[in-house]
Each structure stands twice: as structure tokens, then as C-alpha cells.
């Protein structure tokens, strides 16, 4: 299993994006029925915008890792 590539991770991280340009713009509505009112919403912006730091840490970690800005401390016990 390779894991999560900075392509896979930069594909979510604009997926989470546009779902939350999407759900800006009004993915909540109400419908008028009989028994008053009733609203559904489809989508979560707090769990959307969860996953864009998630995602956004990701790729960013990707990136570092890519371009050998990783830190990396050797500890060597001496007098043992």
C-alpha cells in the first residue's frame, strides 16, 4: 500500500473546498408543507471545514517532506 500521495491529498483538500463554496451558497433550504415548516441541510460546514485543516496539514506536511525541509534529530546517549 503506497499511502496518501501530495496528489491524493491535494485532490481532497480541493474537494473539501469546493464543498464548502457549495454549501455557502445555500445547500440549506425549507420546504412549506401542510404541517408547517420543514428545513434540510445536506452538508455539515463544521465537518467540511474540519476536513480542510486536516487536508491542508497534510499537504502541507507533503510538501515539506518533498522538497527535504524535514527535521530530523539523531539522539546519541553518551557515557554508557
Not at 412549506?32 to 496539514?57: F, H, P, S
Request: net charge positive; no cysteine.
Amino acid at each position: 500500500m503506497a499511502g496518501i500521495t501530495l496528489e491524493i491529498a491535494n485532490q481532497r483538500l480541493l474537494e473539501y473546498l469546493e464543498a464548502e463554496a457549495r454549501v455557502l451558497s445555500g445547500q440549506s433550504y425549507t420546504i412549506e408543507t401542510a404541517g408547517g415548516k420543514r428545513q434540510l441541510t445536506r452538508a455539515n460546514l463544521a465537518e467540511i471545514a474540519q476536513g480542510i485543516a486536516v487536508w491542508d496539514a497534510r499537504v502541507k506536511n507533503l510538501e515539506a517532506n518533498a522538497n527535504g525541509r524535514t527535521r530530523r534529530v539523531t539522539m546519541i546517549a553518551k557515557g554508557l
